[in-house]
């Protein structure tokens, strides 16, 4: 079944002299299941595709249907409800409330949704992502790999259609990075969770069932068999 559809997708930034394509008619399907790694040098439009499909942008021209929806026919107070009923994100710097401890970062797209949390589901992701004694800490007495742990967690609390991680290994160290490759794949593989990741590190491309290649805005290779885009 797709759970992503793109077509002919479009980002232009500027005018005249100082005008970008960004993105420049993309256009690909991704099965529900599928581990994708989105890879290209910096500057390639990955990111931009990334932010398009997360709902925090949109595109010049083209189609993104997620789950059946076209999200580019939604108002921003329904594309707001759909990315967070819908899309996990999960970013390279973690985006925590630092004020909020492990339980209530994780819960609070679900509080905003006005939506009371799965206690068996919260239970569960805790335990999966080693964060059970964690509970009650906040961001700051947590370690780079443990926040980034909680973001994973509060992106799949919804049990979201596609869940999107933007260069999620990029603040860690190696070790750490290869904890959170193993959650995602784990998540990935458990619950036939959906997932697309923005990447530089050649490991997590390597892991990846799927790999697509953009480059000036376009793509390049899309291939099953890992191969990185050095940048």
Same mark, same amino acid.
């Given at each position: ?17 100082? $005008? ?8 690909? #399907? ?26 925090? #942008? $949109? ?10 929806? #076209?999200?580019? @026919? ?8 759909? $990315?967070?009923?819908?899309i ?28 009371k949390? #799965? ?8 335990? @999966?992502l ?40 990029? =603040?860690?160290?190696?070790? =750490? ?10 998540? =990935?593989?458990?619950? =036939? ?27 390049? $290779? ?10």
């Amino acid at each position: 079944m797709k759970i992503l559809e793109i077509k002919n997708l479009c980002k232009v930034y500027g005018k005249g002299e100082t $005008r970008v394509n960004a993105l420049d008619n993309v256009s690909f #399907d991704v099965e529900q299941g599928e581990f994708v790694a989105i890879v290209g040098p910096s500057g390639s439009g990955k990111s931009t595709l990334l932010h398009i499909l997360g709902g925090v #942008d $949109r595109p010049t021209s083209g189609v993104v249907s997620i789950a059946g929806t #076209d999200i580019g @026919k939604l108002d921003e107070s329904r594309l707001a409800i759909f $990315r967070r009923r819908q899309i996990g994100l999960i970013y390279q710097f973690y985006n925590l409330i630092p004020i909020l401890n492990v339980e209530e970062n994780m819960t609070l797209p679900l509080l905003l949704d006005g939506k009371k949390p #799965d206690k068996k589901l919260l239970k569960d992701l805790l335990e @999966k992502l080693g964060l059970t004694d964690r509970l009650k800490h906040l961001p700051n007495q947590l370690s780079g790999g443990q926040q980034q742990r909680v973001s994973i967690g509060r992106a799949l609390m919804n049990n979201p259609a596609l869940l999107l991680a933007d260069e999620p290994t990029g =603040n860690l160290d190696s070790e =750490n990075s290869r904890e959170i490759v193993s959650l995602l794949r784990k998540f =990935n593989k458990e619950n =036939n969770q959906t997932v697309i990741i923005i990447t530089h590190d050649e490991r997590i491309a390597l892991s990846a069932d799927r790999v697509i290649t953009i480059e000036d805005g376009r793509i390049t $290779r899309d291939s099953g068999r890992p191969e990185v885009s050095a940048e």
